[in-house]
Every structure is written in structure tokens, then in C-alpha cells.
């Protein structure tokens, strides 16, 4: 990589060096200019605490060991529509691929309930009350709607996926946030299941 990265021009409108720039952005590392003569530079965007290389890797995972398919689907491609600059195309993605591991969450915990709701805030209720897999006492869920969930549901968008334009910077705020929530509860699926197997 560092090799690719010393290859790599300030300014360079080239679609490989900015394909490459989003693809390492995304996954926590920038590109630092030197000088004049003076080679660029990777070194790590964030701070380890948030390490977000590690929570891709790790909702990936736990996306496939619960089977949950078609969540992992819409992720991959929301990375994909980021990493080449299609902003809208991913912001639709990541609501949709919030929305599917929330109803996937609920079917997995109890189906015969999750079955007779159709998806989506219907679910994620089901998850709060009566399951208590969202906790009510942390603002996750409320029944006014003025929770946490809803909140980023909200701002994924209000109406709809992707109703406008969108940048880099919102789409990566986006990817982000997303990122570090599915990694949360699914990573609080895994202990609920392991606790009750034994």
C-alpha cells in the first residue's frame, strides 16, 4: 500500500488515485502531502479507540455467522457506491441495510412474533417491547420516537433513502455511525445467544 500511496500526486485528478484515496479513507488512513520533494505519507485518520477498519471487519463477521445475508449484501454495496464517489447511491444502502439487520435481529429472536410484523419500525418496537433486546432505560427506544434508533433512522434520511444530494463527508459520517451501531447490536446478539446456549 505504501508503495501505491508513494506513487500518488497532490491534486491528481486521476479516477485510480481517488478511488484509492476513499478506499483507504474509508478504512481509517489519509493520505499526508510533503513537500516539494518530499514523498506522501499514509498514516492512521482516527483515533484507535474508534478503529474502524476493526468494526467493518468485525459486523462483517458476525453478519455471517448469524446468516443475516441480505444485510451483508446491502453493506457491500454501500462500500462499494462510497468508495467510488456515489454518495447517493450509498447513503440509500446504508438505511437499508440498517433497516434489514434490525428485522433480521428480530426474526432470529423470535420469529413467530417477528413474523406477523411487517419490517421496519413495527420490528424494531417488537425489539424494545416486549423482547427488551433495545433498552428503554439508555434512550434506544422510547415510545414517543424519540429515541436513538429512531434518531438515525432520521437522519439516514426523513424522507426516504436518499431524497437528495449528498458529499463525502455526510456519506462518510453516515458509513461511519452505521458502522460502529450495527457492531453494537450485533456484538450484543452474540452475547444475548452464547448466554442463553450455556
Avoid at 451483508?72 to 454518495?87: C, N, Q, S
Wanted: hydrophobic share 40%.
Amino acid at each position: 500500500m505504501r508503495e501505491a500511496v508513494n506513487l500518488a500526486e497532490d491534486s491528481s485528478a486521476r479516477v485510480r488515485q481517488r478511488d484509492l484515496l476513499r478506499g483507504l479513507a474509508r478504512d481509517g488512513y489519509v493520505v499526508v502531502w510533503g513537500g516539494w520533494r518530499e514523498p506522501p505519507k499514509l498514516r492512521a485518520a482516527l483515533p484507535d479507540e474508534v478503529d474502524l477498519p476493526a468494526a467493518d471487519d468485525e459486523v462483517r463477521g458476525l453478519l455471517k455467522h448469524f446468516a443475516f445475508t441480505v444485510p451483508l449484501r446491502h453493506l457491500d454495496v454501500a462500500i462499494e457506491a462510497h468508495t467510488r464517489g456515489d454518495w447517493e447511491a450509498a447513503n440509500a444502502q446504508l438505511r437499508t441495510f440498517l433497516e434489514g439487520l434490525f428485522d433480521e435481529i428480530a426474526r432470529l429472536i423470535d420469529p413467530a412474533n417477528a413474523g406477523q410484523r411487517h419490517g421496519g419500525v413495527n420490528q424494531r418496537q417488537m425489539l424494545a417491547d416486549p423482547i427488551g433486546f433495545l433498552a428503554v432505560d439508555r434512550k434506544e427506544w422510547t415510545a414517543d420516537g424519540r429515541n436513538y434508533v429512531e434518531g438515525l433512522f432520521k437522519m439516514l434520511h426523513t424522507d426516504g433513502s436518499h431524497p437528495g444530494l449528498s458529499d463525502e463527508d455526510h456519506c462518510t459520517f453516515r458509513l461511519h455511525i452505521v458502522l460502529v451501531t450495527a457492531r453494537t447490536f450485533l456484538r450484543r446478539l452474540r452475547q444475548g445467544r452464547l448466554a442463553s446456549t450455556g
